[in-house]
């Protein structure tokens, strides 16, 4: 079940998410040596933009980490990594401006978000049956591998991994529309502007491709795994 191909696409798709993290974190280090000209810090920044939308009840904290910055829309909490909450630079602005356009997302009830937020318990459960599904087949490999219980074992990888794939996809949108949001608001704003506005264009581009990269690299799982069904019947 585990073959030769099913190695690879982990080495393959582990290799371009390592480059892809590894390019954006160089793309936010050195936009983070280009400071802003109006010399606001990442948490000025977002107070500015939730202030612009006319939303007041969305609490902007320091979280801890790098890179570790989200949007809650449960707390309706927008947690900014130290580098981003107190940075007064490029990378911080466009980090900062993100996470506060998931925020304008949940205001305005964006569609895409409601229904990312509607499978995040499924992506759970999938997430912790996965786990339990490979521990399975690591202490009884040889009584997963075939007959019905090898069957049932795979059907459930092909659920899980559906389930992850399609939650994939779907915050392919929500991500893209995020940093939309941010850069047109930096740009009319002049929040930044020439290369700082360029900068922060092209690290949340980064950014997202990080996304792109995890919704294909769930994709091919699926499908793996989906072809290994078929070709047992």
């Known amino acids: 079940?585990?073959?030769?191909?099913?190695m690879v696409i982990i080495g393959v798709t582990t290799l371009v998410g390592f480059i892809l993290s590894s390019t954006l974190k160089s793309k936010f280090k050195k936009y983070a040596k280009m400071p802003?000209?109006?010399?606001?810090?990442?948490?000025?920044?977002?107070?500015?933009?939730?202030?612009?939308?006319?939303?007041?009840?969305?609490?902007?904290?320091?979280?801890?980490g790098f890179l570790s910055d989200h949007y809650n829309p449960k707390s309706k909490t927008i947690s900014l990594s130290p580098d981003v909450f107190q940075g007064r630079?490029?990378?911080?602005?466009?980090?900062?401006?993100?996470?506060?356009?998931?925020?304008?997302?949940h205001a305005t009830a964006y569609s895409m978000l409601k229904?990312?937020?509607?499978?995040?318990?499924a992506v759970q459960i999938s997430s912790r049956?996965?786990?339990?599904?490979?521990?399975?087949?690591?202490?009884?490999?040889?009584?997963?591998?075939?007959?019905?219980i090898g069957n049932l074992f795979l059907i459930a990888l092909v659920?899980?991994?559906f389930v992850a794939a399609l939650f994939s996809f779907i915050t392919l949108p929500v991500e893209f529309d995020a940093s939309r949001r941010a850069l047109t608001w930096l740009d009319t704003t002049g929040t930044t502007h020439g290369a700082e506005?360029?900068?922060?264009?092209?690290?949340?581009?980064?950014a997202a491709m990080t996304y792109v990269s995890a919704a294909m690299s769930a994709l091919v799982m699926f499908l793996y795994f989906a072809l290994q069904l078929l070709g047992q019947d």
């Open 89 to 105: 630079h490029v990378s911080a602005a466009a980090v900062a401006a993100h996470e506060c356009g998931h925020a304008v997302q």
């Open 129 to 148: 049956l996965q786990q339990f599904l490979f521990m399975g087949f690591m202490f009884g490999g040889a009584l997963m591998s075939s007959g019905p």
């Open 115 to 121: 229904m990312r937020s509607t499978l995040v318990p």
């Open 159 to 161: 659920v899980t991994f």
């Open 36 to 64: 802003n000209s109006n010399g606001k810090s990442g948490a000025e920044i977002a107070k500015d933009m939730l202030t612009h939308y006319g939303i007041s009840d969305v609490k902007i904290v320091e979280g801890q």
């Open 197 to 206: 506005y360029e900068g922060a264009k092209d690290a949340l581009w980064w």
């Open 1 to 6: 079940m585990f073959s030769m191909g099913y």
